[in-house]
Structure formats: C-alpha cells, structure tokens
C-alpha cells in the first residue's frame, strides 16, 4: 500500500520574488496494491507534483509518504529516501529513452547503474524479460532512434518494469502518440500493469482515458482533492 498524509508543496519564488500559490494542498490519498489508480484534472492542478514527490524527484514542504509500510518521506522526522531506493518504475514524458544507446542497453540502464548490483548474465535476462513483456524481445540490438513511438514507449515502460518494481508512475505516457496507436496502447499497458499485479500511478488530464483504465480516480484542482472513486462514481457525480 502507498500512502501520501497531508502532502503539501509550495515550490520556491520566482525571478520576480513572488511566492506562487501552493502546488498541493494537504493532499492525503491510500492507494491499494495493485491497483490502476489515476490522477486526473486540468494543467497545472498537480498531478505531476504528486508524482515527483512520490519519486523523491521533488520533496513536499511538509507531509509523509509510506510505501509499504515503509516511510520514505516525512518532514517532521527528516526522512527523505532517494528516489533510486524507493523500488519504483517510472515512464515520464521528459523522462525519454538515450537516442544513443541500444534498446538491450537502455532496458538495462537501471540495473547497471541503479542500486545493489545485478550480476551480467542476470542483466541479461532480465532485460529480455522486461523486452518479451513489452513484444520487443526482437529488438535488443536496435539504436533506440529507429524505432517507432509506440516503440519508443514500450521501452521506456520495459526499462521501468526491470527492476520489478512495486509500483510504476507513470505520466502521461500517451500523450504523445497517435489517437489510434493511443487507444491499443492503452488497453496494452493496463494489461500487462494487472497481469503483473504492480500498483500503478497514472497521470492523465484525459478524461476519457482516466475513465476506461482506472480502478479508481482523484480529481485534483488547484492542488486539492475534490473528488475520489472508482469509474463509476467518478462519472456519476456532477
Ligand atoms: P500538472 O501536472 O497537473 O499540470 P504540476 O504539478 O506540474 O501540475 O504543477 C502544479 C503547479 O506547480 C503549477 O502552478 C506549476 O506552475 C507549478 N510548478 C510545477 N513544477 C514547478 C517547478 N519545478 N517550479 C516551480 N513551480 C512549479
Ligand atoms: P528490418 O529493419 O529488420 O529489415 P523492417 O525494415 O521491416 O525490418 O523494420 C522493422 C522495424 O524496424 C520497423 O517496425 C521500424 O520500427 C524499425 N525501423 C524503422 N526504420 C529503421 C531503420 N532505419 N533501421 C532499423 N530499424 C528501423
């Protein structure tokens, strides 16, 4: 289980020294093991806050978060685990695969250079694994360049998995493919997410795609919590 408790963030001012408004506002979520769990809501509303912070990419002004039963933030008691411990995967926008590396060695990059080591024949086969997961066991030895998006991606969501990872965040990772490879990307990735049972942190400002994924969702606006549930609910609601 992840739990977030009463996060909150204020990024630093701006060149003009004007204190901008907080980015999270005592923000409190449980999400389950293995669940598919969406944040929805409009730019700038802070999904991707929420998502930094559960990284340890960014750290909230004050708050806890518990992963496990395991604190790997919390203010009061100066806890902050760096992100390359926490046990996560990620797939980012920013977060794009290296042009001038192979697949195999982009698939491979968190276990060679991530924490604890991993023997080189075990590299190997985990980095075929995750590769097999994603359908690209045939594309080891590619430049990652020649590849296409959908390709792209799939890499990316490889390398995220290899550490076999509790729980995967994962920020708009779509958004930048066409409508139609979006659609079948889409019903692939939560697949393979349940089928491996990983928790997952989905971050969209798509409706449409928040609603037909997601076991539940949390609509933010300006920083808070407005609304919390499943599908269903989500969509009944006004
Ligand atoms: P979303 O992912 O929902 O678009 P963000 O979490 O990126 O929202 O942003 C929430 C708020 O925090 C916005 O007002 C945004 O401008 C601000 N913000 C985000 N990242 C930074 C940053 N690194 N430095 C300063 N302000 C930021
Ligand atoms: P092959 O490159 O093995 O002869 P194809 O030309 O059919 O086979 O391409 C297979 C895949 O290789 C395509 O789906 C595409 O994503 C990727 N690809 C595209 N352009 C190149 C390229 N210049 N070099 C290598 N692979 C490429």
New binding site residues.
């Given amino acids: 289980m992840l739990s977030l408790e009463n996060l909150q ?1 204020t ?2 001012p ?1 060149g003009d020294g004007e204190t ?2 907080p ?1 999270l506002v005592d923000l409190s979520l449980e999400i389950a093991q293995g669940e598919f769990f969406t944040l929805l ?12 912070c559960i990284a340890g990419l ?1 750290h909230p002004t004050s708050g806890r978060i518990i992963m496990d039963g395991r604190t790997v933030f919390c203010s009061d008691a100066n806890i902050a685990v760096p992100p390359n411990r926490r046990g996560l995967g990620m797939v980012f926008q920013s977060y794009a695969i290296w042009p001038h590396l192979t697949v195999f060695e982009n698939v491979a990059f968190p276990l060679r250079y991530g924490p604890g080591g991993t023997a080189r024949g075990d590299v190997r086969a985990r980095v075929l694994a995750a590769l097999a997961r994603v359908g690209l066991q045939d594309f080891a030895d590619r430049p990652a360049p020649y590849l296409s998006g959908g390709q792209q991606q799939r890499v990316a969501l490889a390398r995220s998995l290899v550490n076999e990872p509790s729980i995967i965040l994962l ?1 708009e990772p779509l958004s930048n493919l066409d409508a139609k490879l979006r659609d079948s990307m889409r019903v692939e990735l939560r697949d393979l997410v349940k089928s491996l049972g990983i928790t997952t942190i989905y ?1 969209t ?1 798509d409706q449409t795609e928040a609603l037909s994924m997601s076991d539940r969702i949390a609509l ?1 606006n300006k ?1 808070r919590l407005v609304q919390l549930g499943t599908p269903d609910e989500i969509y009944k609601r006004p």
């Fill in positions: 963030k990024y630093p701006t901008p408004p980015a809501g409009p730019s700038g509303c802070g999904k991707s806050t929420t998502l930094q960014e920020d971050v400002h933010l920083g």
